[in-house]
């Protein structure tokens, strides 16, 4: 049964900075697309970054410049900084298994003074 499972959320002032943990239990983990969403309350779920099996990143034109996205096949593993932080950036970030149905439940990330 594959599983993904997110960690790293949490309360955290305007400025600061925080790295999202994903970990996901699938064979061939190194041949996936992995990617972040956020959804924020009140809003549509959208997506963040994605990195492919070969490292090649994507970013929307909100995260660029203050996110990065990076993986460890070692650890079947896909991390997202954040630097940066601003209220905006208050949301749910989930982690998914790009095209497939694996999601993560969620890690809640709250940027508030």
């Known amino acids: 049964q594959v599983q993904v499972v997110e960690s790293g959320g949490d309360l955290v002032q305007p400025g600061e900075s925080l790295r999202l943990s994903c970990a996901a239990s699938?064979?061939?983990?190194?041949?996936?697309?992995m990617a972040w969403y956020r959804q924020a309350p009140g809003k549509q779920r959208e997506l963040v970054a994605t990195?492919?099996?070969?490292?090649?990143?994507y970013y929307v034109n909100s995260a660029k410049g203050r996110a990065t996205i990076s993986r460890d096949n070692a650890k079947n593993t896909v991390y997202l900084q954040m630097n940066d932080l601003k209220p905006e950036d208050t949301a749910n970030y989930y982690c998914?298994?790009?095209?497939?149905?694996?999601w993560g439940e969620g890690t809640l990330v709250t940027v508030s003074s």
């Open positions: 990195i492919d099996s070969g490292g090649i990143t």
């Open positions: 998914r298994i790009y095209n497939t149905p694996y």
């Open positions: 699938i064979t061939f983990f190194n041949q996936y697309t």
